[in-house]
């Protein structure tokens, strides 16, 4: 049992370069969310989906866009990438988002721009 | 505004010894509360979610103290395993995909 995959775990870019990060889970999971965390600052939710071809915009969804591309598979696209963008990347997955509920994360990409 | 508060720490606790640290959250309506354990340079993952009575799992207990607004977690015995990031995470009421919100964590290292 895989849980929650990403690829790629690492990446560099240089500014205005463009990118998708992608996520699976097998955990046949409803909700599915990208974070991004930088130091100093925790985990802030970037984009969710609450279903197959449903997303939502999170708490700092600016200069990203997501797909839901099947039930098991949540992509997180940058168009033009700049250097605040630099940060190490999660998905996570979760059965449902009422009380009580438990969010499963990837492993994580780390992505700088330069 | 959401917000969740944390004592980055470090705590440099040595092992065997008993630590706790608590996190305090502003929405008064949250109603899920929860630990997770991030080891450095790896994904968060789920310690124990927090009941209003209060719970223990082996070493660990969390309590709960909504007129405070604050949760803990108390760790017993300590272990140098348990040299890790510890997220405080809440939720509001109802639910809602984006309602969770982490703390920024808490840095536990434990001395030999």
């Known amino acids: 049992n895989a849980g929650v995959t990403q690829t790629p775990k690492f990446r560099v870019l240089k500014t205005g370069q463009s990118m998708t990060l992608l996520c699976a889970q097998d955990m046949n999971h409803e909700y599915m969310y990208w974070y991004r965390q930088d130091p100093g600052m925790g985990l802030r939710l970037i984009h969710y989906s609450v279903g197959e071809g449903t997303t939502a915009k999170g708490e700092v969804p600016d200069g990203y866009n997501v797909s839901r591309l099947n039930k098991r598979e949540f992509s997180l696209r940058l168009e033009s990438a700049a250097p605040s963008q630099t940060s190490v990347y999660f998905c996570?997955?979760?059965?449902?988002?009422?009380?009580?509920?438990?969010?499963?994360f990837g492993p994580g990409t780390r992505l700088t721009v330069t | 505004r959401k917000e969740v508060e944390q004592d980055p720490g470090p705590f440099n606790v040595p092992e065997g010894a008993t630590v706790a640290f608590n996190c305090t959250y502003s929405?008064?309506?949250?109603?899920?509360f929860f630990w997770y354990r991030q080891d450095c340079r790896k994904e968060p993952k789920l310690l124990m979610s927090?009941?209003?009575s209060g719970n223990e799992d082996g070493r660990f207990t969390a309590q709960l103290n909504r007129a405070s607004q604050y949760i803990s977690l108390l760790i017993r015995d300590s272990k140098l395993s348990d040299s890790a990031t510890y997220l405080c995470?809440?939720?509001?009421?109802?639910?809602?995909?984006?309602?969770?919100?982490f703390g920024k964590g808490t840095h536990l290292i434990i001395q030999p």
């Open positions: 927090v009941y209003s």
């Open positions: 996570a997955s979760s059965y449902s988002a009422q009380g009580g509920y438990e969010q499963y």
């Open positions: 995470v809440v939720s509001p009421s109802g639910g809602g995909a984006d309602g969770l919100t």
């Open positions: 929405n008064s309506a949250s109603q899920s």
